[in-house]
């Protein structure tokens, strides 16, 4: 089971961009799904989160700008980012907190998973 993220890019402020973050196997259900970001020299922030039922939760810092969604049967969480900020710039992680997938005709589960990150920059 991997995870992977995609979309990041250049953009100039006030911009827009989609991240995608693909869960890959033989995946059966996958939970809590949460975007985080990371910019030079800070902590890793957590963005935004959407359960497996399709409940949504953002930093204060992203509402009303970001939006997180998800298509269980693509097994493919997606952040829209509007309005892009400069403080916006970051690597990007998606992260999962439980996927079960098949393996050898049986089902296991998996916890904790970290996808490689993509980097958005944002120019003023």
């Known amino acids: 089971v991997q995870l992977q993220a995609s979309g990041g890019g250049m953009v100039q402020a006030g911009g827009s961009l989609t991240l995608s973050c693909v869960v890959t196997g033989r995946i059966r259900s996958f939970n809590t799904m949460t975007w985080y970001r990371q910019a030079p020299g800070k902590q890793r922030e957590e963005v935004a989160s959407i359960t497996n039922s399709g409940s949504s939760t953002y930093a204060d810092f992203v509402k009303g700008r970001f939006t997180i969604s998800r298509d269980n049967a693509k097994n493919t969480v997606y952040l829209q980012m509007n309005s892009l900020k400069p403080e916006d710039t970051a690597v990007y992680y998606c992260?999962?907190?439980?996927?079960?997938?098949?393996?050898?005709?049986?089902?296991?589960?998996?916890?904790?998973?970290w996808g490689q990150g993509t980097l958005v920059t944002v120019s003023s």
């Open positions: 992260h999962a907190d439980r996927v079960q997938y098949g393996r050898d005709f049986i089902w296991h589960d998996d916890y904790d998973l």
